[in-house]
């Protein structure tokens, strides 16, 4: 009899307790949360997502320049890199190099520049020892001009006078770029025009109706009806058919 009474005491006071458990999961939320600082989720005591609070690290209410920062890439202008590197392994290089290491480069684009009019010489039919690069409308000679390129690839300020990429009426050159100089066929006269900038311009000297040499100093893409006056974007208007 008392054995019977006690497994009895023993299965009430059981059965209390695991109704005690579960009415504090279910009834007063007493719910532990696993603070997880990668999940992607505020939880816990965090102040923000994955941070904050007192497990996960401080969140940042601005940006954070303290510790050391490493230039990785110092390209200014990327057309430079990417036409007269010659390889991807040359590009690379260029990007993460000292400034006072670039004159290293000069010589591989003094190469690239004359490869290229090189290429052109042969889809003319002439020798190549007669089409090199000729000096260009700035006056500068290949080794000049490549040691430009390798040596002052960012684009330049001038805070005290006239911002252009080059203005043929003051010989103003490199100070800058306004918005509308056409940068590119500007760089590719500077390659390719010779000393007037004339020179693989696509004329019709002969008057027969078809051009004398290839185009080489224009993309042929001009400003469309882009008023630059405006503010950015400085889209062309496109009329849809209705």
Do not use: W
């Not at 279910?26 to 949360?33: E, Q």
């Not at 390209?75 to 006072?100: L, Q, W």
């Not at 400003?223 to 889209?235: A, E, K, Q, T």
């Amino acid at each position: 009899m008392t054995t019977y009474k006690l497994r009895y005491i023993l299965f009430a006071l059981c059965t209390t307790l695991l109704f005690i458990q579960c009415a504090d999961d279910d009834d007063n939320g007493n719910v532990i949360t696993q603070i997880t600082c990668d999940d992607g989720i505020q939880n816990g005591d965090e102040e923000g997502i994955d941070c904050g609070g007192s497990v996960c690290e401080p969140c940042l209410t601005g940006v954070d320049f303290t510790g050391t920062f490493v230039q990785l890439d110092i390209v200014g202008r990327p057309a430079i890199n990417t036409v007269f590197s010659g390889t991807d392994m040359v590009k690379n290089n260029f990007n993460v190099s000292e400034v006072s290491n670039r004159a290293l480069y000069q010589p591989i684009f003094e190469t690239t520049l004359e490869t290229y009019h090189d290429v052109y010489a042969a889809a003319l039919g002439i020798p190549l020892e007669d089409l090199d690069y000729e000096t260009n409308i700035l006056d500068l000679d290949a080794a000049t001009f490549t040691t430009v390129l390798a040596q002052f690839d960012a684009l330049q300020v001038a805070p005290n006078g006239p911002t252009t990429y080059y203005d043929p009426n003051t010989g103003l050159v490199f100070t800058g770029r306004s918005l509308s100089d056409d940068t590119i066929d500007i760089s590719l006269t500077l390659m390719f025009g010779g000393t007037d900038g004339t020179r693989f311009d696509g004329s019709d000297t002969n008057g027969d109706g078809t051009p004398d040499t290839p185009q080489l100093t224009s993309d042929g893409v001009g400003p469309g009806d882009r008023d630059f006056s405006l503010s950015f974007p400085y889209l062309e208007m496109v009329v849809l058919p209705e």
